[in-house]
């Protein structure tokens, strides 16, 4: 991530580009223009780009395509450049993922305080998924796993610190998520520990995760117990939030 943040501008009006080319130089952004969609798509290749500043009625591929597009493959903010009579394309610029709106005519300033603003948060964003690819954190049914610190995170924040047996066992689930695990396998895969025959230790972990997981073992909705066979993880889970 570049230290200055780029704003590319995609409005086939050469007035409206210079007049915002030179507001957002002077307030000290990296900035790149394009007149059409297709050229746009060429500038984001090419480009780092934090913000897009886009005209909803573009030549071609018009400007809620490119909304809808980009969302889809990007967390750069984008900002609709909309006429006065573009309430309805405006509505659903925004249901397609854009973040905010001006209306023509506009204040120049009022649109660099919108991308000043924009582009913080797009930028915390960036960088709290960065934090989360280099801690290694597992995210699933509100719950977050802390690879590196061994410890559990709630929704509110409140962390707990698994034991290491309830680490590895939560750690084997997890990457196994989906599928049924008997006790012999989940015994083979957690490391460091001396098993007895017909050790129920690993039936103790799993209670003792329910618990730190305020997982109902009388209706366990996350570690599911499969009669005669062993424990499946039931929930979806993922490397980002």
Request: proline share 4%; glycine share 6%.
């Amino acid at each position: 991530m570049t230290a200055t943040p780029c704003v590319l501008i995609v409005d086939d009006d050469p007035v409206i580009r210079e007049l915002l080319t030179s507001y957002l130089l002077r307030d000290g952004y990296q900035v790149c223009s394009a007149e059409t969609a297709e050229q746009a798509e060429t500038m984001l290749l090419e480009y780092p780009v934090d913000l897009v500043m886009l005209d909803i009625r573009l030549p071609g591929k018009d400007g809620l395509t490119l909304t809808r597009e980009l969302r889809v493959r990007s967390e750069v903010g984008i900002i609709l450049i909309t006429g006065r009579d573009d309430e309805i394309d405006r509505i659903v610029g925004l249901e397609c993922g854009a973040d905010d709106y001006v209306v023509k005519p506009f204040n120049p300033r009022e649109l660099v305080s919108k991308a000043k603003n924009l582009v913080r948060r797009v930028r915390h964003v960036q960088a709290t998924t960065a934090q989360a690819e280099t801690r290694q954190l597992k995210y699933f049914a509100g719950w977050v796993l802390d690879i590196d610190r061994r410890r559990l995170i709630a929704e509110d924040g409140c962390e707990s610190l698994l034991t290491q047996g309830e680490f590895q066992l939560l750690n084997v689930l997890l990457r196994n998520a989906g599928h049924t695990l008997s006790r012999d396998q989940l015994m083979d895969q957690i490391r460091n520990r001396e098993w007895l025959p017909n050790d129920r230790s690993i039936d103790v972990l799993v209670g003792r995760l329910r618990r730190k997981l305020h997982d109902d073992p009388a209706d366990p909705q996350l570690i599911i117990t499969i009669h005669g066979v062993g424990y499946l993880f039931s929930t979806v889970v993922s490397n980002r939030p």
